[in-house]
């Protein structure tokens, strides 16, 4: 009898440490705070795969982002991780990371893609990590000119099954300085055979007739963000007109109107010529 | 690395006035020659700075080697402008509520602290029978700006991108430029500014330029809305578009006939043409900058009274109303 | 010589009285004050003043303005009578320029003044832009303070030479001053060609100078958008300001000086009777051009017109405004047209009212139109819809008066207040006339 409530007790005190160790430890980390963190994948065809990652926190009841926050970026194939580098939030609580292209990671046999960065933890916050999962898709977009209008036609296509994909949210864009101009109709999707085929309105503006044009695939579930890009000269050429080399009114110093100069000078020389004259005239009754 | 700083320093400095580019600790810093500022009274003894390079490390630099534009590498003459832009504005009355948010965002990015802000939005009504409405006003940035007519010494200057800029370290305080504008957008800083910067006033000093108007403000000269080049230069919209809930600002090149407003990017021409725009006062041959889509099939006026303080557009510390003198 | 005994004593130099040296310590004591309010202004900012970002432009300009149109009364006074061959102007030539002097010199300080960063002064010449109305003021005005000086001083050659000799005997240390001014003049007949070569040029220049001066300042205002501003009719209407001003301001010192030199014998009823006339004419003309801005608009009624109109004819600014019109510029304009008024005392009395209404005036023409910006004033403090001067700049603008009056009396305790050299000349030629007569 003695033996079973020994026991017993052993056990009770026990289970009050592991309980009271486990509160402890909760009860510290949730003296951190919770850090959220998000990635996006964007690749650029014939070009360079970003990883996008945003922190951000609820403090004192607002959401505020986090800098500083260092993050390890790896890519996972078949449960096992490989670092591909690190980086570090800047003011705005982003971080972006450059591969050089989608080969610098490994798909897993099905062509299904991980990436995903971790967040070892600070005095601040508690460790987080985010991923994000794709397959890689192929976007040829091209330039096609018929009965003298011009469209984009584009074709989406995952890589590994060779198959085309159809119902995919796509848009045609002109890149502009801050926002691009989007010339597609609204939720515009590609038909069933992975295609679409998008006039281009024949009065945009460019740089020497030039439009730097966009097809981009914007955050798909299963393909993540995939843009193609081209340069179609089919706009009309920017004429830039500024009257900074004018003579105007409100022209620099340099570029006053002549007939100012003309009248300020005849003012100046002519008064000032007088002047001088009289001056000399002074001069003149002293020597006598 | 010390010894080769002081090597391409003294390079630079026997050259006269060459631009160069070095790396320093793995960030991209830039170091320039200071024209002019070469004979000012900076000691050349190792006293150095601290800075923050692109990627966000800090970084210590001798002050000698910093030129003002410190951390994007400026490719446009100051005076000229960013080419071939010609930096445009439209306001949408139709959604204007007097939130009054981008009054705030603009007097904090510039570090406004006088008793006038530089973005107004104004309590309209035309006649008793016609409909009161809001009505933000800003620096025009007019084509024929009167302003830059009448400013004796070329302190205020219209550029080829269309912004017209102050240059707050030539500005004599003449006023005459005030007097001028008939959209009564400048502000005058009467007397010290109290600005608080967060970063510290040397730092402040290195980036002054009429590209960021504010930075700070000199006492006895002119300020007024730039439409924020140092936000262009990043490809950022100015602070008053994106700080709108309402998307009432929309901002673009002309050039490329497109503007946004952060959510909604359309094309120019459509949008005046279908809105009805118009510029404010086109009578005067201003050729402003701004145009502005009347508002028809508006959001609510009266919600707007509620911010509407008819004496005050700046914020205070200690949030009294000023209204009586200083002196 | 002893033929210009009588004269030196009469109009020439004296040493400053009692009284004198009451009124220079009395001008020292507010120049003083001014010079430790500009001083407070330097430090602290225009902040001092009432001005604020909307009457940005208050009493310094005002007062400026009125310097400037004062300036104006040595070109018609010297130049204009001289070229019209208007005898009756010896009197009150040399007081005249005096006063043309001693007021353009204030009206360049005066601007100065009202700028807020004048250690950048450099830039108004440096970076000059010659679209801007203030650089053609930066350059009319130092040429008018040089012209305006060798106006006054090209006929004061022969002067300083007769007070050289005058004093050679028993002032060596004055005799010399006045000779070195002199610049050896010994009337051969040389440099009496120079002089009136000279003297016949400058006045030939002073007067399109006088005119491009005054424009100017009206294009100040006149080349911008505001209401009450943007008049065509701007420049001919401060051209004829300036000619009643100036000669207001010549009327009150010509009185003043007359009074305390007893120069009764020499500026006569008969010329303040030919002045008056002048007078006249100027209010007169000046009157027009009011009619013209003031009242011609209201057919119109332009929006903005009619509210300015509004303001200044029945709203806030009625009182100054009607006292100023009828009582500084209707009545003088109808008394002077009776000959007991253009006496020397009643003149007196008009040409100082007129004087003092010219400066409100030009309060006038500058603040009501400051307050009727196009778009309202909103968004900033209440007191910013008002302006009255601060004491800071009454004190100042009261020191600025205050210098001018100075120079003046300078000029007038060390000059001779009229041409000794031309009254002896006039004094012989009466004498041999007199002769000739008798023969």
């Known amino acids: 009898m003695k033996g079973v409530l020994n026991n017993m007790h052993a056990m009770l005190r026990g289970f009050t440490c592991v309980l009271l160790a486990f509160c402890i430890q909760t009860g510290l ?21 970003y990883l996008d990652f945003q922190t951000s926190a609820r403090i004192d009841k607002t959401n505020v982002t986090v800098p500083d926050a260092e993050l390890e970026i790896y890519y996972e194939v078949d449960g096992e991780e490989f670092p591909l580098g690190t980086t570090t939030t800047g003011p705005a609580g982003k971080a972006q990371f450059t591969l050089k292209g989608i080969e610098a990671i490994q798909p897993d046999s099905t062509g299904l893609y991980i ?29 096609v000119q018929k009965d003298s209008l011009n469209y984009i036609e584009a074709t989406l296509k995952d890589k590994v099954l060779d198959s085309t994909i159809a119902d995919a949210l796509i848009k045609v864009q002109v890149e502009r300085m801050f926002t691009p101009l989007v010339v597609s109709e609204e939720f515009l999707m590609t038909d069933e055979s992975g295609s679409i085929n998008v006039e281009i309105p024949g009065d945009i503006p460019g740089k020497d007739g030039n439009l730097a044009m966009e097809v981009v695939i914007q955050e798909n579930d299963d393909y993540g963000t995939v843009k193609a890009q081209l340069d179609a000269p089919v706009g009309t050429p920017i004429v830039h007109s500024s009257t900074y080399d004018q003579r105007t009114l409100w022209g620099r110093s340099s570029r006053t109107p002549l007939f100012i100069l003309f009248f300020t000078g005849l003012l100046v020389f002519g008064s000032w010529g007088l002047i001088f004259y009289l001056l000399f005239n002074i001069y003149k009754i002293a020597k006598n | 690395m010390d010894d080769q700083m002081k090597d391409t320093r003294r390079k630079f400095l026997n050259n006269g006035w060459k631009l160069g580019l070095a790396s320093i600790v793995g960030g991209a810093a830039l170091t320039h020659l200071k024209e002019g500022f070469a004979f000012e009274s900076k000691d050349p003894s190792g006293k150095t700075m601290e800075l923050m390079d692109t990627e966000g490390n800090i970084i210590e630099v001798d002050p000698m080697d910093i030129e003002e534009m410190d951390l994007d590498h400026v490719t446009h003459n100051v005076r000229r402008g960013i080419p071939g832009r010609k930096f445009t504005m439209v306001v949408d009355l139709a959604k204007c509520q007097n939130a009054l948010a981008c009054q705030r965002s ?84 009467w007397n010290e500014p109290n600005q608080e910067f967060e970063m510290n006033m040397d730092m402040v000093e290195e980036m002054h330029s009429p590209e960021h108007a504010g930075m700070p403000s000199v006492k006895g000269t002119v300020d007024k809305c730039d439409f924020c080049p140092h936000q262009a230069e990043k490809g950022e919209l100015p602070h008053c578009v994106t700080a709108c809930p309402n998307g009432v600002f929309y901002f673009g090149d002309k050039n490329e006939d497109v503007v946004t407003n952060g959510n909604e990017t359309v094309r120019l021409s459509k949008l005046l043409e279908e809105n009805a725009g118009y510029r404010m006062f086109e009578d005067l041959g201003t050729e402003p900058s701004v145009y502005y889509l009347p508002p028809k099939d508006r959001l609510s006026f009266e919600e707007g009274l509620e911010n509407y303080n008819e004496f005050q557009s700046v914020e205070k510390p200690d949030s009294t109303v000023e209204n009586s003198d200083e002196s | 010589m002893s033929k210009y005994d009588q004269f030196i004593k009469d109009v020439g130099p004296q040493k400053f009285s009692r009284g004198g040296m009451l009124w220079m310590g009395f001008l020292i004591l507010l120049i003083a004050a001014g010079i430790v309010a500009y001083i407070d202004q330097l430090i602290e900012g225009q902040v001092v003043t009432n001005m604020r970002d909307y009457v940005l432009w208050g009493v310094y300009i005002s007062n400026f303005v009125f310097f400037v149109a004062t300036s104006f009364v040595g070109a018609i006074v010297v130049a204009v009578l001289r070229l019209t061959n208007s005898e009756w102007r010896r009197p009150f030539v040399r007081l005249a320029e005096i006063v043309a002097l001693a007021c353009i010199i204030m009206a360049g300080i005066t601007i100065v003044i009202d700028m807020a960063r004048p250690d950048r002064m450099l830039n108004l010449f440096i970076h ?72 016949h040029l400058l006045a030939l220049m002073i007067i399109p100078l006088g005119l491009i001066l005054e424009s100017i300042d009206a294009y100040l205002f006149s080349t911008t958008y505001r209401v009450g501003w943007d008049s065509s009719n701007f420049a001919p209407y401060f051209i ?95 008394l002077l047209i009776f000959k007991r008024f253009r006496k020397p005392k009643p003149m007196f009395y008009i040409a100082v009212v007129v004087v003092i209404c010219s400066w409100w005036k030009r ?53 001779p207040v009229m041409s000794i050299d031309r009254l002896a000349e006039e004094e012989a030629e009466r004498v041999s006339t007199e002769k000739k007569a008798t023969i």
């Open chain 1, 29 to 49: 980390a949730q003296d951190k705070e919770r850090l959220r963190l998000s990635t996006s994948y964007t690749k650029v065809m014939d070009g360079p795969v």
């Open chain 1, 115 to 143: 990436v995903g960065a971790a967040f070892a933890g600070n005095e601040t916050f508690r460790k987080a990590s985010s991923s994000v999962e794709f397959r890689d898709a192929v976007l040829s977009a091209k330039l």
């Open chain 2, 106 to 189: 603009c007097n904090k990015h510039h570090f406004v602290t006088g008793d006038n802000a530089w973005l107004k939005v104004y309590k309209m009504q035309e006649t008793e029978d016609t409909a009161p409405y809001w009505l933000p006003t800003m620096c025009m940035h007019c084509d024929q700006p009167a302003c830059v007519t009448v400013c004796p010494v070329d302190a205020t200057f219209k550029r080829e991108d269309g912004l017209v800029l102050i240059d707050n370290d030539r500005c004599v305080g003449c006023r005459f430029c005030m007097a001028a504008c008939p959209y009564s957008t400048r502000v005058f800083n």
């Open chain 3, 128 to 199: 000059a832009r010659l679209q801007s109305p203030i650089t053609w003021d930066v350059i009319i005005i130092p040429t008018f303070i040089v012209v305006s000086l060798l106006l006054l001083y090209f006929p004061l050659i022969p002067d300083f030479a007769i007070l050289r000799d005058h004093y050679k005997g028993n002032n060596k240390r004055l005799s010399k001053i006045y000779g070195f001014f002199a610049v050896k003049w010994q009337w051969t007949k040389e440099q009496l060609k120079l002089k009136n070569k000279s003297v």
């Open chain 3, 240 to 334: 004829s300001g300036a000619m009643v001003a100036g000669i207001g301001a010549l009327v009150s010192v010509v009185y003043i000086v007359r009074r305390n030199k007893q120069l009764e014998s020499y500026i006569t009823e008969y010329h303040f009777d030919k002045m008056g006339k002048l007078f006249n004419l100027a209010c007169i003309i000046y009157l027009y051009f009011n009619i013209n801005e003031y009242l011609v608009p209201l057919f119109t009624a332009k929006k903005g017109e009619s509210e300015h109109l509004e303001t200044l004819l029945r709203g806030d600014f009625a009182i100054p405004f009607w006292i100023v019109t009828l009582i500084g510029l209707v009545l003088p304009a109808i």
């Open chain 3, 363 to 415: 309060y006038l023409i500058v603040t009501p139109t400051l307050l009727h910006p196009y778009l309202p004033i909103q968004g900033v403090p209440e007191s910013w819809r008002h302006y009255f001067p601060s004491l800071h700049e009454w004190v100042i603008t009261s020191a600025t008066l205050a210098m001018a009056l100075m120079i003046i009396t300078l000029l007038v305790r060390y000059v």
